[in-house]
């Protein structure tokens, strides 16, 4: 089914995959099998459309060339042929204070309104401008390729995340000056700060204008979308109307769109059915699932802690209950990130030693990847899964859970403080800064009744069902006028 009139250039800091070479020194695609590549990769692949991004190479060890996808390859990606794919390189002190210097060190916490963990640096937001710019002229010359070969197309050019927040006014110009007719969109899978935080960046004005060089922009919920309106009114004195979500910018009007993204839900369910057995001490243990990247916003200390809480005052579940946390290494030449693996491992060390028994230790720790059929069998297996970040744009973790649940219901625990929270009103919300209620949740949730399990697994799965993934890229479409005739009619909208 085609879904765009047309055709979709996607540009993102990363590739939907990286490329390393083989154990033969050969290149080729290592698939990361994120929700947005799954939903994206098959439009542009049907549009013949464009994907720019990182390749996950420096330009000291890269060619520019990429591969074809193996034979074999099942991916979402597998149609993307090696000239739809044009790959950013560049030399890695560049990069590195782009992406670790600027997104990660200064956007990241900023955004998720940790201002104290970000640090504000000239050159690196210098670095940060420039790395846009090259992405920026990638793009331009994507745009060009596709009007080249169909000059009657309108390319649908779609900029992904904090790492792009600066390159749309170059794209804008570059294809004014060349008469390449685009549209343009941006959408931020992070939240979007309120005006005070906002405010601290000393580049403010500079970026806000640099994502109102977009046609439409697109936030997961109301609240980063109202956020976002009231620092352009603030801070650059635009006129906006908060019922149309409109913002008015040197003469043009820039739409703002709330567009909760979510996961290919059957996938998932299709995982779940045919996934192992978790292996578990006994027939009556119950399990505690924590799935994260290892993130200071995932608020994984505040649970780790919180399970101690739960083990002291309920020493009941000793024994009974397992957590199982699987954290996913991530930006590890981070400092930040470095000091909290080694806070985690010495807190879980600490629980684990001081209430194991002969035959269980109430934490199972997996710092690493698991396969998805392994991170199936474990959504589905465990009797909670405790999602609680600190802040958090959508969470799709939680979404995840709730459509492997095939089996004996289980129970969400969900932060307030996640996207998620606002819409999955059937989990049990906990803040994670209260630790001693934290504990009780986790308790309620361990010995809730199976007819309220079921009532509240069912509504949370029929939600998500009917609101997955697909639904948010034909809404996200839609505000862009490319939804194709066909998908309005076979699809919900
Ligand atoms: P974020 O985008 O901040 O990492 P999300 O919860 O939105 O948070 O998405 C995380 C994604 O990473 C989910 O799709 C999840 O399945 C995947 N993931 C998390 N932990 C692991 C793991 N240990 N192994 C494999 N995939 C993981
Ligand atoms: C979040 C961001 C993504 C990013 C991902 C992994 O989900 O919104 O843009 O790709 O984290 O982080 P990394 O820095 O490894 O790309």
Partial sequence: MVLSTSPMVVVANRLPFILAKDSKGQLVRKQCAGGLVTAVAPVVVETEGLWVGWSGLHEEDSTGEIPEADPNDQSPTAGLKSKQVLPVCLPKKKFDDYYNGCCNATFWPLFHSMPDRAVFQADKWEAYRQVNEEFAMLTVEAVKKLVNSNPECIPLVWLHDYHLMMAANTIRERCDELGLPIKMAFFLHIPFPSWDIMRLFPWDDELLQGILGCDSVGFHVEDYCLNFIDCCQRRLGCRVDRQQMLVEHNNRSVSVHPLPISIPYERFVNLAEKAPQVVKNHDQEQLLLGVDRLDYTKGLVHRIKAFETLLQKHPEHIEHVTFLQVAVPSRTDVKEYQELKEELDQLIGRINGQFSTPN?????????????????????????????????????????????????????????????????????????????EFAEVIHRALTMPKDERELRMKQLRRRERERDVNFWLRSFLKTVDCLSDDSVTQGRL
């Fill in 360 to 436: 269980w230790s109430p934490i199972r720790y997996i710092y690493g990847c698991v396969s998805q059929d392994q991170l199936a069998a474990f959504y589905r297996d465990s009797s909670v899964a405790v999602v609680t970040p600190l802040r958090d744009g959508m969470n799709l973790v939680a979404k995840e859970f709730v459509a492997c649940q095939t089996g004996e219901p289980g129970v969400l625990i969900l932060s307030p403080f996640a996207g998620a929270g606002t819409t999955m009103h059937e989990a049990l919300l906990v803040n994670p800064y209260e630790t001693n």
